[in-house]
């Protein structure tokens, strides 16, 4: 799985440079892809995997309690269902692992993403203050 993954990291480092104002670099990424314990997650606009992809998730796998790490979506992809695909591929394959919970941070204000992952059936657990050099974290929790 790395082998295919490892030319995705260019692109990867694409879509985070763009979608987040801190962006994991080449060599973060590189370090998930190898890890073996994390899982990626792709959509592509044209439906093909030889399109630039518009998005991408990242989940850490772990034996009872799972974390998404990273999802974002390529602003012009946006509102068109992408963002919950990512999610429920990633919550699938978290369930399969045995897994029993889900967690995430999100930046407390971004509203868009809040309001979907409560959609998607995550409760907000608390704040964390400063997580991000500019904003608080909103951490959110998913029974499976």
């Given at each position: 799985?790395?082998?295919?993954?490892?030319?995705k990291?260019?692109?990867?480092?694409?879509?985070?440079?763009?979608?987040?104002?801190?962006?994991?670099?080449?060599?973060?990424?590189?370090?998930?892809?190898?890890?073996?314990?994390?899982?990626?997650?792709?959509?592509?606009?044209?439906?093909?995997?030889?399109?630039?992809?518009?998005?991408?998730?990242?989940?850490?796998?772990?034996?009872?309690?799972?974390?998404?790490?990273?999802?974002?979506?390529?602003?012009?992809?946006?509102?068109?269902?992408?963002?919950?695909?990512?999610?429920?591929?990633l919550?699938?394959?978290?369930?399969?692992?045995?897994?029993?919970?889900?967690?995430?941070?999100?930046?407390?204000?971004?509203?868009?993403?809040?309001?979907?992952?409560?959609?998607?059936?995550?409760?907000?657990?608390?704040i964390?203050?400063?997580?991000?050099?500019?904003?608080?974290?909103?951490?959110?929790m998913?029974?499976?």
């Open positions: 799985m790395a082998s295919s993954l490892e030319s990291i260019p692109a990867i480092a694409k879509l985070e440079k763009i979608c987040f104002s801190e962006p994991w670099t080449e060599g973060m990424i590189s370090g998930s892809v190898f890890s073996g314990n994390y899982i990626f997650s792709f959509v592509y606009p044209g439906g093909s995997e030889s399109d630039e992809p518009a998005g991408y998730a990242c989940g850490l796998i772990a034996p009872e309690q799972c974390e998404i790490q990273r999802i974002c979506v390529l602003p012009e992809f946006r509102r068109l269902g992408y963002g919950e695909r990512l999610m429920n591929e919550k699938n394959v978290f369930a399969a692992s045995g897994a029993s919970s889900v967690f995430l941070e999100v930046r407390a204000s971004n509203i868009p993403a809040r309001n979907l992952y409560e959609k998607l059936g995550y409760k907000q657990l608390g964390r203050k400063n997580y991000y050099s500019d904003d608080d974290a909103a951490i959110y998913l029974e499976l």
